[in-house]
């Protein structure tokens, strides 16, 4: 007799050609791992061949794509999506070109917001209400999230519960579920033993079950067995649809096939290393030491993708890493976080607990340090990562991370666009500015709001190569410059607001 796995085993085309017009998709995933590419994939094929499904509506917390053709990359196309509710945009260019042009509906919400979202809407709950989004722009007082003028409002309010305002994320029906695995068993059961991360699979399986909507589901491979029900992450009851996808398809990372360390931990601290290369003595070390010297002993940390993923060399070097615990918003708990296109996983993790688990704990102000970019600052101490001109990145976990750790460092250099640093002798000297200023005086997107971050009494550094800042009640104040910099020449007059300065202390920079 056939088993119930193998009467739901089909073809990635077969999958998607279940998927009707009008229908809202919700993917899995973080940056590569965790994405079903086998099924993106095959939808695009489906569109590109048929002009059909039309008018998707595409939901989904972690940007999933790899900066050109994969991931969500394979649905941006116009007629295609009608609108779009998404985390981080940024790894899908695609995405963000249909929504700035206007072509579709386009939302940017918070990463742990809309993974959360997921739950609620397979608990039959209105949606997500949280503290998460007040003060910046996805608050519907600056704008509720929209990206263009043709996005409705109304998908967040705000609400007054106990006497506190809250912002309420609506729920909506989901259609179909695209998520990922390491293998479906005689009963459907889905295992993801050799995936780097959990995410958010269970919430979309449940969410599109109880909407009665479908759930496509690829594997590496099929077990003869089955599984021992602790491993089970989803229930093969959730699961319409299981495709066996080509390995090039189910690559643990978008940068790498297969990674042994990113699903075993380790109590031998010497065999963590870092996730980078040593740091040479340029700009990005110098901010990565200013910001590494803000840890404490038995702090919990997150630490952003970008100039932050320093901080962890850092702290190798000085022999720090056993000493506080690393975590990451994909779901990974201690061990050391990859970068680059394996961002969202982490080698010798202590454990790996599902997306939406994770951001409870972040949101709950779980998190002691948190380090993260910024491209823009102005002179209330707001900072935007999301938006530049005609590109659109999106915010991801950042408004999650940056309005509830409770000690918070903006890592970035001082000017972008071409800057040229030289160190020796401990002192920093200006080769070439940057044609681009990121001290303005008003930032395009509010993405952190300083503001909202003195209501909940958080401690927050700005360290770019030069000069740290500290947010006050009067905004930015210059507590730190580096030697070998001018104050007025070199800070000030290359800023679009002058900041209160204070006592001012020498900023420690390695010696060559």
């Known amino acids: 007799m056939a088993s119930a796995c193998t009467k739901k085993l089909c073809t990635a085309d077969e999958a998607v050609a279940l998927i009707a017009d009008r229908s809202t998709v919700a993917s899995s995933g973080f940056v590569g791992a965790g994405h079903p590419e ?57 995405l963000g070109k249909l929504a ?24 039959g709950r209105p949606g997500c209400i949280t503290h998460i989004g007040l003060g910046t722009f996805i608050d519907p007082l600056f704008g509720g999230g929209r990206l263009n003028d043709r996005t409705p ?3 967040v309010e705000r609400v007054e519960l106990g006497g506190k305002t809250w912002l309420w994320y609506h729920a909506l029906p989901i259609h ?3 998520i990922r695995a390491t293998a479906a068993d005689p009963w459907g059961n889905l295992v993801m033993n050799d995936e780097a991360i959990i995410g958010e699979v269970l919430p979309i399986a449940q969410a599109a079950r109880n909407c009665g909507g479908i759930v496509l589901a690829q594997v590496q491979r099929l077990l003869d067995e089955p599984a021992p029900p602790q491993q089970v992450r989803v229930p093969g009851i959730l699961v319409d649809r299981i495709v066996i996808a080509d390995p090039r398809d189910h690559e643990q990372t978008f940068a790498e096939h297969f990674n042994p360390e990113y699903c075993r931990g380790s109590l031998d601290l010497g065999e963590w290393g870092t996730s980078g290369e040593a740091l040479r003595l340029d700009e990005r070390r110098v901010i990565a030491a200013r910001a590494c010297d803000e840890l404490a002993d038995g702090a919990i940390v997150n630490l952003g993708i970008g100039m932050p993923e320093g901080i962890a060399v850092i702290a190798a070097e ?14 990974p708990i201690g061990g050391v976080p990859a970068g680059g296109l394996s961002f969202g996983a982490s080698r010798f993790p202590q454990a790996i607990v599902d997306q939406p688990a994770q951001f409870d704990f972040y949101d709950g102000r779980g998190l002691d340090f948190a380090a993260v970019g910024a491209a823009q600052i102005d002179a209330r101490g707001n900072v935007n990562v999301a938006k530049f ?19 918070l460092v903006f890592c970035g250099t001082f000017t972008a666009g071409g800057l040229e640093v030289r160190i020796a002798d401990g002192r920093l000297h200006v080769v070439r500015e940057g044609s681009i200023r990121k001290f303005v005086r008003a930032v395009e997107l509010v993405c952190f709001s300083a503001a909202r971050s003195r209501e909940i ?17 009067d905004g930015m104040e210059l507590i730190e410059v580096a030697p070998g910099i001018d104050v007025e020449t070199d800070i ?20 060559t």
């Open 153 to 155: 409002p109304g998908m």
């Open 457 to 473: 009494g958080q401690d927050v550094l700005y360290v770019t190569e030069r000069a740290v800042f500290r947010l006050t009640a």
């Open 100 to 123: 700035l042009a206007g072509k579709i509906e386009a939302y940017n919400f918070p990463q742990g917001v809309l993974c959360q979202l997921f739950r609620d809407i397979a608990a």
């Open 318 to 331: 000085r022999g720090l890493l056993d000493r506080m615990t690393l975590t990451v918003e994909s779901g």
């Open 176 to 178: 179909v579920g695209l």
């Open 492 to 511: 000030v007059a290359q800023m679009e607001f002058r900041p209160r300065i204070g006592e001012v202390r020498p900023m420690a920079i390695e010696k």
């Open 389 to 407: 001109g005609t590109r659109f990145a999106g915010v991801g976990g950042f408004v999650n991370i940056t309005q509830t750790a409770k000690r």
């Open 38 to 94: 086998a099924l993106t994939a095959a939808l695009e094929r489906r569109f590109l061949s048929t002009a059909g499904p039309r008018g998707l509506t595409l939901i989904y917390g972690a940007g999933q794509g790899d900066g050109r053709s994969r991931g969500l990359n394979h649905l941006a196309h116009e007629g295609l999506l009608a609108r779009c509710i998404g985390g981080h945009w940024g790894l899908a260019p695609g």
